[in-house]
């Protein structure tokens, strides 16, 4: 099992032509992902030729819209390879088409353009009252379930499949404890984004990963700034029966300077390393002071059982 995406997702690709977008298709492509076809209204009727994984080529339709990709395809996954100013429109669009799933990797989008298609998902819903599509970003590297489906630019070379979820707001720390522990392996590991406003928090993927019937362990990886990992402690107390093992970035970041992310920022007692680690640690989380020590936790856990 795996979160999110698997081996049966159809995904298009909101930008395949450019730069971004031709090099990273030709990645998850070689990863085994199912691309089905590409957007971009400019190019529509056009093809882009690419290798599949057994090293053929795979000629790929630009369509006009994600709603046309959609009805010729059956994509329910999308991925947006296109510069910060025209991300609101692309997440818009694949929004009022109703896709499942689209993961958005474009740096630097405007905070409010996050705002407007955070509240367009959210008020976008099935008969039922359940929300049709769920956001993975922006300012992310996406999501990977290894050996079945990579939509994003995580390599996917790192690991293999195993029986640990993890969820980051950080690319770079999402890819070491892939490299740590790749001995075990993983069923899904998804990086959120480290902006002030994001599709999917840390609670929705302990939620899934609670359950997922494969998935025995949680890595969660935060960082300062915010309260998102002190309500990820709360809802772990609550509802996940799962071992979690977490590490918090930034134990040495100076008060009021943004690090990294737009939102890695401490104000006075108010998101410190210290105070996420404290109530992480509150809620039975076990908690590394670096990467390699929440490896070595994690390694703790499954030796033990």
């Not at 737009?262 to 210290?274: D, F, L, P, R, Y």
Request: hydrophobic content about 40%; glycine content about 12%; aromatic content about 4%.
């Amino acid at each position: 099992m795996s979160i999110f995406v698997n081996k049966d997702s159809k995904v298009i690709v909101q930008g395949i032509t450019g730069g971004e977008g031709t090099k990273h298709t030709a990645r998850m492509l070689a990863a085994g992902t199912n691309i089905v076809g590409g957007v971009n209204a400019r190019k529509a009727g056009t093809t882009v030729t690419h290798k599949a994984k057994d090293g053929s080529d795979i000629e790929l339709n630009v369509f006009g819209s994600v709603a046309e990709a959609m009805e010729k395809t059956g994509a329910n996954v999308s991925i947006v390879f296109v510069p910060p100013a025209f991300t609101k429109a692309a997440v818009l669009e694949a929004i009022e088409a109703k896709i499942g799933l689209v993961v958005v990797i474009t740096e630097g989008v405007p905070v409010q353009d996050s705002a407007e298609f955070w509240a367009a998902a959210k008020a976008s819903v099935d008969e039922n009252g359940k929300q049709i599509t769920r956001i993975i970003g922006p300012n992310c590297p996406g999501i990977i379930s290894p050996e079945e489906c990579l939509v994003g630019i995580i390599p996917a070379n790192i690991t293999g499949k195993g029986k640990i979820g993890l969820v980051s707001k950080s690319g770079t720390l999402t890819y070491q404890l892939m490299y740590e522990l790749s001995d075990i392996g993983f069923t899904t590991a998804i990086g959120i984004g480290g902006d002030p406003i994001i599709g999917t928090t840390h609670i929705d993927a302990l939620e899934a990963f609670e359950a997922d019937p494969e998935t025995e362990a949680i890595v969660m990886i935060g960082e300062i700034g915010g309260d998102a990992e002190e309500r990820a402690a709360e809802y772990i107390k609550a509802n996940v029966t799962k071992p979690v093992v977490g590490y918090i970035a930034g134990f040495t970041a100076p008060e009021g300077k943004t690090m990294g992310h737009a939102g890695a920022i401490v104000s006075g007692s108010s998101g410190t390393a210290q105070a996420k680690k404290e109530a992480l640690e509150a809620a039975g989380v076990k908690v590394g002071k670096t990467p390699s020590e929440a490896a070595n936790l994690m390694r703790e856990i499954f030796a033990a059982k």
